[in-house]
């Protein structure tokens, strides 16, 4: 898996307990797996469908690196599945996994629609 994604863990992002409060790492995760959706489906019109259950592991606190990976589990026909780790880059521990994320690929009246990809691509190889 790759991380692509790496976060600075702020007084703002703290729960009363002093540690990465749940939710914001949960919306950091939705935007990571929506930004790269839209990098494979190159479609900007994508939303989340589903997300698996989750199992807090390990926390970060203030001044930690929190770094998220993303890589493809399948496509789908308007649809792809991905799978997300999000790791303590200072302590090397596993915060949480995500066996499971569903995001859908979108036509400009926000139906789903095909997509016609088959595989990962990297931006690199398009070019």
């Known amino acids: 898996m790759k991380f692509h994604t790496r976060k600075w ?8 307990n002093g540690t990465l ?10 935007e990571e797996a929506a930004l790269y959706t839209v990098v494979q489906l190159e479609n900007r019109k994508t939303v989340t469908a589903y997300m ?35 790791r303590n880059m200072m302590t090397r521990e596993t915060i949480l996994t995500v066996d499971k994320i ?3 690929n979108l036509d400009k009246n926000g139906k789903p629609t095909p997509h016609g990809k088959t595989q990962k691509e990297f931006v690199k190889d398009r070019l």
């Open 102 to 104: 569903i995001m859908v």
């Open 52 to 86: 698996s259950e989750i199992s807090f592991t390990a926390s970060a606190g203030q001044g930690d690196i929190v770094e998220i990976g993303m890589d493809v589990v399948k496509f789908g026909e308007s649809s792809i599945t991905l799978t997300c780790q999000v």
């Open 21 to 30: 409060f749940g939710g914001k790492l949960l919306a950091w995760i939705d």
């Open 9 to 16: 863990v702020k007084p703002g992002d703290l729960n009363p």
